[in-house]
């Protein structure tokens, strides 16, 4: 039976769980993991041990939801994720630069995390 680690993962490190042969799948929320660039490290380093990462939210506002589709874009043969997480807050603090349509999404590519799109938060 394939096992995936979700939570956990922010208590134990990727080389604690790949080493101990833990998991199949790694349920990567980048929020919790320290940021965009700590996930999208946790992701290949999951990869490279032919680990599945599965790249989700914390139930994140649209600016962190953001950075989440940045890193699942930026992961090798990435299977499905669960970013499709904006229907499930109250109300959003901007626009979404990058909404769910058929079960896909379109990166941003402006320049940072979505060319001007959250210029009003600012």
Not at 20 to 47: S, W, Y
Not at 71 to 81: F, L, Q
């Amino acid at each position: 039976m394939p096992i995936a680690l979700d939570e956990s993962l922010a208590e134990r490190s990727v080389e604690t769980v790949l080493g101990a042969d833990a998991a199949d799948v790694v349920v990567i929320k980048p929020m919790a993991l320290g940021g965009p660039d700590r996930a999208l490290a946790v992701a290949c380093r999951a990869r490279e041990a032919g680990v599945d990462p599965v790249i989700t939210t914390t139930i994140d506002a649209v600016v962190a939801r953001t950075a989440a589709v940045h890193v699942a874009s930026a992961v090798p043969d990435v299977p499905a994720c669960g970013l499709a997480t904006a229907d499930l807050l109250a109300e959003a603090l901007a626009p979404d630069p990058c909404p769910v349509s058929d079960g896909r999404i379109e990166v941003p590519a402006g320049p940072g995390l979505a060319g001007g799109a959250f210029d009003e938060l600012v």
